[in-house]
């Protein structure tokens, strides 16, 4: 070998390493990327959403795998709450309707946070208001916080003399949509107007 070829085979030696360093670098950023919005290297299996049970609103004893096969809206919130939960659903309710068609592949889900006031005959008397395909589902404490945990879900008691009861609820407020398969898709951030959320939907859902 010539002083020439091998410092040729050097360089191309180094350009190769040097490679392998930027798509080692590359893939670690990628994994880091995709570890932070929720979804798993492989991109197949979400960090958002699980198994859960609870009583719906109509009484049913259910499971995450009743509401396979469809789309979910999936929101966390209860009933005594004084204006953000009621505004979330009604924008919900008004997504539905303006999604007509592609309507009929969504079920929005309704949890409660407050399962102590909220007993599926509350619920029975509140979520009918909002749309018929809503599904209300609450359940013990330990099942409601599962089920919470499983979405990243944050609520907290937070006292408050002034209200009946004693108390409201503290809660984080995003709409999830939920794949056929149970699989996150995206959020929508408190305040996301229903033609906006429509329109997702539309592109989403074929
Ligand atoms: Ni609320």
Redesign the pocket.
């Known amino acids: 070998m010539t002083q020439a070829s091998t410092q040729r085979s050097t360089i191309i030696l180094r350009t190769i390493s040097l490679s392998f360093f930027a798509i080692s670098l590359g893939l670690l950023a990628w994994v880091g990327a995709t570890l932070y919005l929720g979804k798993s290297p492989t991109g197949e299996k979400a960090l958002i959403g699980g198994a859960f049970t609870a009583t719906t609103h109509r009484g049913e004893q259910v499971s995450d795998k009743d509401f396979l096969g469809k789309y979910s809206l999936v929101y966390f919130?209860?009933t005594f709450?004084p204006?953000?939960?009621p505004g979330?659903l009604q924008i919900i309710s008004a997504a539905m309707d303006l999604s007509g068609e592609t309507a009929k592949k969504i079920t929005p889900l309704f949890f409660s946070v407050d399962p102590t006031r909220d007993t599926p005959e509350v619920l029975a008397d509140y979520v009918p208001h909002f749309h018929d395909d809503m599904v209300g589902l609450t359940g013990t404490k330990e099942q409601m916080a599962k089920a919470a945990k499983t979405y990243r879900v944050y609520y907290a008691k937070a006292p408050d003399d002034a209200v009946p009861g004693g108390y409201l609820?503290d809660?984080s407020?995003l709409i999830y949509l939920m794949d056929p398969r149970g699989e996150y898709v995206r959020h929508f951030n408190y305040g996301t107007m229903p033609e906006e959320i429509a329109a997702a939907l539309q592109e989403i859902i074929q």
């Open positions: 919130g209860y709450c204006d953000v939960c979330e609820m809660h407020s």
